[in-house]
DNA sequence: CCAAAAGTGTTCTCCATACACCCATGC
DNA sequence: GCATGGGTGTATGGAGAACACTTTTGG
């Protein structure tokens, strides 16, 4: 007997026995939405999929679907970003919970949107694969016709990036282990849509600990290297959960 | 025939006529829970029921329930709210969803929980009715035992809840339409849990034009009689939803 | 030697903080 | 007149903002 078998039954088994006073079923379906972004071309970019039926076929939509019975939402959303999109995340923060009674117009579905955060290296290795689901990326301040409510998930969860690389090191999710403090500052500006100021920036992010330098360096075409970092988690840790970059 | 029956019949007719590729239905409950947040004796309190069932028999419970097939998640948790408390809020923010697969022993059901506030004087006006539910505000940094993963909501929600206030007007739907400067600051001071600098607190207040004059004073006891103010709206929007109040 | 990005200090302003005394009232 | 909270101003230090030039490399 194969394990999914035997596991599908100890399934069944254990509603069997839940107890008689069970809350009644609602007819309420229940998925995960992920905003995955990743920054390329000097731009906040999303990760979105083809829709192949209806509702919304033709649309693009961001990758998504139902969570099953005895799954985790965390793991819901990391399964179905791998089927859709070939990409593991380090990353994933749950965003907010979507409700309108007609979001998907066939019957209602709960949407618990999640946004995550992948380094542009991590798409080289894995590659978004070409399947059917059509995976490609968006320029996430341009963005084409969405599916469902995706366009104000896209947009809540803009919102909610900005305020948290000033709070939390999310950013460093951005990028690869190690980097350049020009990397670095480019994901900030980009994020705010506002250029920083390079001295005040990198005094920032050294008097907060947050990075150290690894004694390598970046040589790119015909300048001057740079300096390669890697984040360091006591900084966070030591700077307690307040404000890190406020710019 | 009764309005609520025909609404029954056409949710049943809408159903029904539910496209044919409608994702297949899994069972999930869905409930709202809504940690409910008063200021009472110089204390943040919270209010509980009384669980007269299994599971968690015996135990406290923030007010919650399942939600029903076409109502929206807000409307959900006022409803609740009000049938185990009989308060209305006039604020309500949705919190974080609850997903782990055992928290109700019974079955798998999601726990959208919100969080909300109340000033003071609605609880004379209306009354926590001591009914079967057995509504009581607790001291929130002092909570009995809990049923499923209340504690951990709450203690989500005292978090959201400091952060909120500080660069939102969240504060003033913890008082009175009118109130004293000190009354406003003894809010901030409860829910940071620190005490703050009267002379600083209200050079800030008075310069972000958060609050106006109302002319009234409010005379109490064997003491000089205190300038109550009301909330400006402007004053937030000109803020831009940035920092309101850090301290 | 030229182009392109890396790297580096100082000044000024403003805002957060710290701090102590008089005021108005009811009894 | 006294107890109680209401109300007010100033001085200091530190952090954010503004600002421009030199360095290193490959071609």
């Not at 990758?63 to 995340?89: F, H, K, N, S």
């Not at 460093?172 to 990397?183: K, P, V």
């Not at 966070?236 to 307040?242: H, I, K, M, V």
Request: charged content about 30%; hydrophobic content about 45%.
């Amino acid at each position: 007997m194969k394990d999914a078998m035997k596991d599908a039954m100890k399934d069944a088994m254990k509603d069997a026995m839940t107890s008689p006073d069970a809350p009644p079923l609602q007819p309420i379906g229940v998925a995960v939405d992920v905003i995955l972004f990743t920054i390329l071309d000097d731009t906040l970019q999303v990760l979105l999929v083809d829709r192949l039926s209806q509702p919304f076929d033709g649309l693009r939509a961001v990758p998504g679907g139902l969570v099953e019975r005895r799954e985790e939402l965390a793991c819901a959303a990391r399964r179905i970003l791998r089927a859709q999109t070939g990409l593991d995340v380090d990353w994933l923060e749950q965003l907010y919970t979507f409700d309108a009674v007609d979001r998907d117009p066939r019957r209602r579905v709960l949407s618990v949107s999640w946004y995550a955060l992948v380094a542009p290296n991590a798409l080289e290795d894995e590659a978004v694969p070409e399947s059917a689901w059509g995976a490609a990326w968006h320029p996430a301040r341009a963005l084409p016709a969405l599916a469902f409510d995706h366009a104000r998930q896209i947009e809540a969860a803009m919102t909610r990036l900005r305020y948290k690389i000033e709070y939390t090191p999310a950013a460093f999710h951005l990028l690869d282990s190690t980097f350049t403090l020009s990397e670095l500052q480019r994901v900030y500006e980009v994020i705010l849509a506002q250029e920083l100021d390079k001295r005040n920036f990198r005094r920032r992010v050294q008097s907060l600990d947050l990075v150290e330098e690894t004694g390598q360096l970046r040589r790119e075409g015909t300048r001057r290297p740079a300096r390669l970092y890697r984040f360091r988690d006591e900084g966070f840790e030591r700077a307690g959960g307040g404000v890190l970059l406020r710019f």
